[in-house]
Structures are given as C-alpha cells and as structure tokens.
C-alpha cells in the first residue's frame, strides 16, 4: 500500500494513521463504564463453613451479602441469609472488588450436612 505513495511526508501520516487506527476505534479504558467487566465475576463450588449478619464464611473469609444477593435452598425455593442452613455445599457466584470483601451475587445450595444449622457464626463480627 505505502509503496504506491510517492511523498515521504504522505507515507509517514499514512503509516501513523495505520499504526494508530486499532486505538482509535477501541473503547476507552478509562471512562465511565455501564458494569463492570465480567473478568471480576467469578463461580465455583465451595462449602460454606458459617454465617455472619452480612457475610458467609468461606474458610475464614468473608463474602459480603447484600440485599440483591439471591440465595436458593436445595429445592430451588429463595430464602434469606436467615435461613442459610451452613455448614453446606453450595454454588456460588461472586464479585471481586478492591480492597474490600468479594461481593456475593448468587447462593445455590447444592447440600445439606446431617449437622447443619441455621444460628449464626461466633467467627468473625463482620
């Protein structure tokens, strides 16, 4: 394509122009974005070892419950943290966020153990 053009001057913007056109047409990085990426989101299986009144423990981590978290029991029913029954085997989905707690968007419980209960957790007063 550059060989066809006969001005150095020319051919040196039309290499630019070339170079930069992928950053050009690319979205910013910096800007106000509508969510966030999904490289954030996270899921995975996990056993939840206990409960606090705005988190579940997960091997001595706090994932933070919010009020649009969505929590089903083994039956598919939605419950509240209430009645998250913990020690349990459940599906979760997360959010991670910068220093801070990970967000817990979804619960599914997946099993009951024969010893689990719905009380809170004396670990951790998050």
């Known amino acids: 394509m550059f060989k066809f053009v006969r001005d150095d001057r020319l051919r040196a913007f039309l290499f630019c122009l070339v170079s930069l056109l992928p950053f050009l047409m690319s979205e910013p990085i910096i800007g ?10 996270r899921s995975g299986f996990v056993k939840i070892d206990g409960k606090t009144r705005n988190a579940i423990i997960i091997i001595e981590r706090h994932f933070t419950v919010t009020e ?6 083994v039956h ?8 998250l029954p913990t020690p349990c085997k459940a599906k979760i989905r997360f959010r991670l966020r910068m220093d801070q707690d ?7 419980v997946k099993e009951v153990f024969p010893h689990s209960n719905t009380a809170w957790s004396p670990q951790g007063h998050k």
């Open 32 to 41: 106000f974005a509508k969510s966030p990426p999904m490289a954030l989101t």
């Open 102 to 108: 990970p967000e817990t968007l979804k619960v599914v």
């Open 68 to 73: 649009s978290t969505t929590i089903l029991d």
């Open 76 to 83: 598919g029913k939605k419950i509240q943290l209430d009645d």
